[in-house]
């Protein structure tokens, strides 16, 4: 078992949109990921994920609305909903999702990384 140290961990960051694992729960992955700009609108088809904004506000949007996601708060995106996520300033982001969850889900792209741990 291990303490792990959130802040000590962003600090580790220095790019956006690349998930970073720190934690394994069952057989899913707690990431963490510094956001900034538009990512690509996807999906995943069997994944949910959960965004938990640890400093800053994402805005997430959806075909029929946009979320806005603050500080303390989480979003739920079920399996199958088409989202984008946008961050007009840096955003943190705590991300618990399957080990199998690929970042852009349905959309392969130059942006589909593979997520190492730190």
Do not use: C
């Not at 000590?8 to 992955?29: A, C, E, M, T």
């Not at 995106?77 to 982001?93: R, S």
């Amino acid at each position: 078992m291990n303490v792990v140290n959130i802040a000590s961990k962003f600090n580790l960051i220095q790019d956006h949109w690349h998930p970073r694992i720190v934690g394994q729960l069952n057989d899913s992955y707690i990431k963490l990921a510094k956001l900034k700009g538009e990512f690509i609108w996807h999906k995943h088809e069997v994944e949910d994920e959960l965004f938990l904004v640890i400093k800053g506000r994402l805005r997430m949007m959806l075909r029929d609305q946009e979320l806005s996601i603050t500080e303390g708060e989480f979003v739920i995106i079920p399996h199958g909903v088409e989202h984008k996520p946008v961050a007009d300033e840096e955003v943190h982001v705590v991300l618990l999702e399957p080990k199998s969850t690929v970042n852009t889900g349905d959309v392969p792209s130059e942006r589909t990384i593979n997520p190492e741990w730190i």
